[in-house]
């Protein structure tokens, strides 16, 4: 009893909650100037890519209403490619930001890939009061705390997405004791060792410490940090030291493109290892393909729109796979999740002057693809149950099924339905069964 995304399952979905979606009627005309959105990331890579096809996604269902109802009037959204080339360069990001307010005249910004790049990036937008939603990537907790300390400055940015890395912790923690209960049970392994392969990146710096505590404290030993950089294309050597220090479970944490050699590498070499983590590239877009169907049997968190969170989950995952014909990464969401409650601040504002739709977008309290999306005094998305969810996923052979393994409770306070068990890589069962 899987869940995955078929196509059959979204098409109905899809339909029987179309009528309470925005793009559901036919298009009315925009009388108004449009209103500029930027949407900023690294374009030639797939994270900035999925997240200009989410905004498009939330533009046009605004669009086919006739836009957004500024104190009566409709303005259309218009949408402003913003290449940050943000994981190759800090330098290339602010500029681009500082070019899309002062030359493009971009109203609002929507995006984001890299944590040291963003708050790079938030200080341009800061200098010039222009309200940021972070949309899809960027988890470091100093991020938001900068509204707390100073809120007169950093008022303007809010994270719709992804969660704080202090709730991406408790994400990881709470899919890898899953994975320590399956291994005890059909392994007989009483205390399973657990191996952290992270990228150098400041949104994971916070959270080692967090793990190093934690996992010893749930029954779990943790036998080695590995670090790789984002854009490595061989991590074999930290995979041998992996194996070498007898791990059970690996933990990948990446955002950038290293994730699919070590996806792919893990399966290669045959790591025997249960594995979970974050993984941006690997929530949709065409990692199996890029893996050479090596991610078998990998488990993933997935803090998109993985599992079907609220009523929005399926039909945007529908719209994304008729247009793009893939899944939607993160960031996709992301943007998606950003723009939709931004217009209805905007209107509940009845004007785009920053100073006025930052209190109303601090009321925000939107059904999104995640989950139900709140934030909290640092404008941060709340998460767990009953606010922004997040589950683990699996691939399976021969054709790459997607099964979803475990997950928050829904923004209902249900569970999501369909999870299955993981089922472990049988090359590891082989190898530890072996080794007694």
């Known amino acids: 009893m899987s869940w995955k995304i078929s196509r059959r399952r979204l098409m109905g979905y899809a339909a ?8 559901a009627h036919g298009p009315a005309r925009a009388a108004g100037k449009p209103i500029r959105i930027g949407i900023v990331g690294p374009m030639k890579y797939v994270q900035g890519e999925h997240s200009w096809y989410g905004a498009e996604i939330a533009a046009e269902e605004i669009n086919a209403g006739g836009g957004i109802n500024v104190n009566g009037t409709k303005h259309p959204i218009e949408l402003v490619r913003v290449d940050t080339n943000e994981i190759l360069s800090t330098v290339d990001a602010t500029s681009a930001v500082e070019r899309a307010i002062t030359i493009s005249k971009v109203n609002f910004l929507v995006g984001g890939a890299s944590s040291s790049a963003i708050m790079a990036m938030q200080e341009v937008a800061m200098d010039y009061k222009t309200i940021f939603l972070l949309g899809g990537s960027g988890s470091h907790p100093e991020i938001t705390a900068r509204v707390g300390r100073n809120y007169a400055r950093y008022k303007y940015f809010f994270r719709p997405s992804p969660i704080s890395a202090t709730y991406i912790v408790d994400m990881v923690v709470e899919s890898a004791l899953e994975l320590g209960r399956i291994i005890r049970r059909d392994l007989g392994i009483a205390r399973p060792k657990v191996a952290l392969l992270f990228e150098e990146a400041k949104w ?71 594995v979970t983590g974050v993984n941006v590239e690997a929530e949709g877009a065409k990692f199996w393909e890029a893996t050479g169907g090596s991610a078998a049997y990998l488990g993933v968190t997935l803090t998109s729109s993985s599992a079907p969170f609220s009523k929005r989950t399926v039909p945007f995952v529908e719209k994304f796979r008729k247009k793009h014909g893939v899944n939607p990464i993160l960031t996709a969401a992301g943007s998606y999740n950003a723009i939709l409650p ?21 009321k925000t309290d939107f059904d999104g693809t995640s989950g139900r999306l709140v934030f909290d005094k640092n404008h941060d998305v709340r998460y767990g149950s009953g606010y ?33 068990e993981y089922k472990l890589p049988p090359w590891m069962v082989t190898h530890w069964k072996k080794a007694g």
């Open 16 to 23: 029987a909650t179309a009528a309470g979606i925005g793009g």
């Open 388 to 420: 922004s969810g997040a589950s683990a996923g699996q691939w399976l052979p021969p054709n790459g099924e997607s099964v979803i393994w475990w997950a928050t409770k829904r923004s209902d306070g249900s569970a999501v339905p369909g999870l299955v």
């Open 342 to 362: 931004l217009a209805e601040a905007i209107e509940r504002a009845k004007t785009i002057e920053a100073d006025a739709v930052v209190p109303e977008l601090e």
């Open 204 to 274: 994971l710096d916070s959270q080692i410490p967090a793990y190093q505590k934690i996992f010893p404290e749930k029954g779990m030993d943790v036998v080695g940090l590995w670090r790789m950089s984002i854009k490595d294309l061989d991590v074999s050597a930290q995979l041998g030291a992996i194996r070498a220090a007898g791990a059970q479970i690996l933990i990948p944490m990446t955002s950038g493109p290293v994730a699919i050699p070590v996806y792919r590498q893990i399966g290669e070499l045959q790591i025997p290892v249960a």
